[in-house]
């Protein structure tokens, strides 16, 4: 069983640029929900997909979207890039019958802007 | 609003007992968690408790919740070295027809050696 993998791993980019971050879910999950983690806190929830349909976000501007696609792998992207965009950036599988909800996290995309 | 709070840091000696505490703020809560983020990692999944407990044991690991109080701890048996990380205390929440996870910010535990 593979799990959630995520590329890049780390990524610079300039204020003003946009960016695109992958992840490929662990197989047998069909939901995607990425996570932003500034330094020192704790993760903030961006949106989830399932079937490839964003069906939850959380308090992020329009410039965070996303896709996913028909092998449940997904890309997060983000326009207009401020400094504050600097973050981990978390993706989570998870199988949306589970219970409890339980979600496998990648190791992450370090984004520094500069 | 949704808020989850703990304390920021923790040191214990290895062979101690570690006690994490963490407060929410959803009583619609049905899932609590707690996850640990080791350095350059990502998070994992170390327990979860349905809200109809009060107690669950899982090895090392004791998971208490009083409801009422919305307060939630994590007590570490016999505490390793290897067990120096971040954790994450995270209570499951509706946003639209997804079930997100909104998590505190975490307490470093250092084990002293």
């Known amino acids: 069983e593979t799990g959630v993998t995520q590329s890049p791993t780390h990524l610079i980019k300039t204020r003003g640029q946009q960016v695109t971050l992958r992840c490929s879910s662990q197989s047998g999950h069909n939901t995607v929900s990425w996570y932003q983690q500034a330094l020192g806190q704790g993760p903030q929830f961006i949106f989830q997909y399932y079937r490839e349909e964003e069906n939850g976000r959380g308090n992020f501007p329009p410039r965070f979207s996303g896709l996913q696609f028909p092998n449940y792998s997904s890309e997060l992207n983000v326009n207009a890039l401020e400094l504050d965009d600097s973050a981990l950036y978390l993706c989570?599988?998870?199988?949306?019958?589970?219970?409890?909800?339980?979600?496998?996290f990648g190791s992450g995309t370090r984004l520094t802007v500069v | 609003g949704e808020d989850v709070e703990q304390s920021l840091f923790l040191s214990v000696r290895e062979g101690d007992s570690s006690v994490i505490n963490c407060t929410y703020t959803?009583?619609?809560?049905?899932?609590l968690y707690w996850y640990k983020q080791e350095p350059g990692a990502g998070l994992q999944l170390l327990t979860y408790i349905f809200s109809n407990m009060d107690m669950k044991q899982d090895q090392r690991l004791t998971v208490l919740l009083n409801k009422k109080d919305k307060h939630l701890s994590l007590r570490i048996a016999d505490t390793q070295t290897g067990d120096s990380a971040i954790y994450f205390c995270?209570?499951?929440?509706?946003?639209?027809?997804?079930?997100?996870?909104?998590f505190g910010s975490g307490t470093q535990l250092t084990v002293l050696p």
């Open positions: 959803d009583s619609s809560s049905t899932y």
């Open positions: 995270a209570e499951s929440t509706s946003s639209g027809s997804a079930r997100q996870l909104t």
């Open positions: 989570a599988s998870s199988l949306i019958s589970d219970r409890p909800y339980g979600y496998t």
